[in-house]
């Protein structure tokens, strides 16, 4: 498993992600691994925060097991019709993606952000109004 020497963690606006996702990972050519959260959510930071810590505990998991970002990002652009393309059996980080949703979960209590399903349900309405 590679290293965590560098983390950077990134909110940005939505259509400068790499693709329509709300949350992004991927290492550069040093190993750094980025993070990118699309901009928006009214929980600002705290949602930030959150959604950056699916996306760790993904990449641990995913590299953990062999998962790369391309085998990654390539499911998720072809299934970018999707409402979550980490949650359909078949998915090539199924397992990865679940792990990471649970701490995610953890994170969004412990910030004191309501219920994970409004949580949720806003970035839904932010992923509806950027991609729609």
């Known amino acids: ?10 909110e940005k606006p939505f259509k400068s ?7 992004d990972w ?3 050519k040093n190993g750094v691994l980025h993070i ?3 901009a928006g959510h009214s929980n600002g930071a705290k949602a ?5 810590i699916h996306e760790m505990i993904e990449v641990l998991k995913c590299e953990e097991h062999g998962v790369t970002d391309a085998v990654v990002t390539a499911w998720d652009k072809k299934h970018q019709k999707d409402d979550e393309p980490g949650e359909i059996p ?3 980080y199924f397992t990865e993606h679940a792990a990471a949703n649970r701490v995610e979960h953890a994170a969004v209590e412990a910030l004191d ?3 994970f399903d409004q949580y ?6 932010i992923w509806d109004r950027e991609v729609k």
């Open 1 to 10: 498993m590679k290293r965590l020497t560098k983390i950077i963690i990134e």
């Open 17 to 23: 992600l790499r693709y329509n996702t709300i949350g």
């Open 26 to 28: 991927y290492r550069d």
């Open 36 to 38: 990118e959260v699309a």
């Open 48 to 52: 930030v925060l959150a959604v950056a």
């Open 90 to 92: 078949g998915a090539p």
């Open 113 to 115: 952000m309501g219920s």
């Open 120 to 125: 949720n349900q806003e970035w839904a309405d």
